[in-house]
């Protein structure tokens, strides 16, 4: 009877995945690009009210830069979220360490899949200057360096030509790993981006604290003090250094929610309501008239 059960559960999550999961692209199909880097896909979510905006969202879920174990409730449901808010979602399966990649190979494939969606504006009936990036912890890094790295095209080293600007119209780190310092850092995160072999340069390079800059987009901030996985630090670094360069960002910090929960209340409590403000900020930065 338990072993029953256990293939009815498995078999539900399958099939709600399938539901979570629609329409996948494989971003680097029609490239000369290797296998590995094939495996990346990105799931479009399409509102289906009548209503909706222009504004879309490239949702990155967390996993230590090592896997994305937690795509349902860091992906598949935020898009599901967004959607039901009126807001284009593309849910991105970006390459991790598990399979042997590091950096560059994640903001490859978020670059790419800006790129891709950019060009593909009119088909999903969006704007295409109002497409931001959305991440849960180490995902939130990778927002963060959509946001900070889009004038350096990775996409050029690749032989990938295009016309479109790669720079997101708003970023949104939830728990983000930020920094790459030994006091504050997740060192599995940092291990799966950079490999075993780093010097201070590259710690350097990749702690987005320090490379916060003045035409860095907007951003969207949420962290809770009783994390036990990212130390939430990184955002009080990452909150002055957007301060102290004038970008226009909002940060929330909870009490209570702990770590990995996405919008999910029953995981993060009052902590998963940050998507109600984060509504409000869309409009308050001009992006949104109204969302009902």
């Known amino acids: 009877m338990v072993f029953k059960k256990s293939i009815l559960s498995f078999f539900f999550l399958l099939v709600g995945l399938y539901v979570f999961a629609q329409n996948p692209i494989k971003i680097w199909e029609g490239t000369d690009i290797t296998c590995k880097q094939k495996k990346s896909k990105m799931y479009v979510y399409l509102p289906e009210q009548q209503n909706v905006s222009d504004v879309s969202v490239i949702v990155c879920p967390g996993g230590s830069y090592a896997h994305l174990y937690g795509i349902k409730w860091e992906g598949f449901e935020v898009a599901q979220w967004l959607n039901d808010n009126g807001i284009t979602a593309f849910v991105l399966q970006y390459r991790v360490g598990k399979d042997g990649n590091h950096h560059p190979a994640m903001i490859e494939d978020v670059q790419r899949a800006m790129q891709l969606i950019k060009e593909n504006y009119q088909e999903y ?168």
């Open 125 to 292: 009936n969006i704007d295409p200057d109002k497409v931001g990036v959305m991440g849960f912890s180490a995902g939130g890094h990778l927002s963060l360096m959509a946001g900070v790295f889009y004038n350096d095209d990775y996409l050029k080293n690749l032989n990938i030509t295009h016309d479109v600007s790669l720079r997101p119209a708003f970023v949104v780190p939830v728990y983000p790993v930020v920094s790459m310092q030994d006091s504050i850092v997740h060192a599995r995160s940092r291990k799966n981006l950079l490999g075993k072999k780093f010097d201070q340069d590259k710690k350097d390079k990749f702690s987005m604290e320090l490379q916060v800059f003045n035409e860095m987009p907007p951003v969207f901030l949420v962290a809770t003090k009783d994390d036990p996985v990212v130390d939430y630090r990184n955002c009080l670094v990452l909150k002055d250094a957007l301060d102290d360069k004038s970008i226009t960002n909002e940060f929330l910090l909870y009490e209570t929610g702990g770590h990995g929960f996405g919008m999910n209340e029953k995981r993060g409590g009052e902590a998963a309501q940050w998507k109600i403000s984060f509504k409000a900020w869309l409009r308050e930065i001009g992006l949104i008239e109204e969302l009902d």
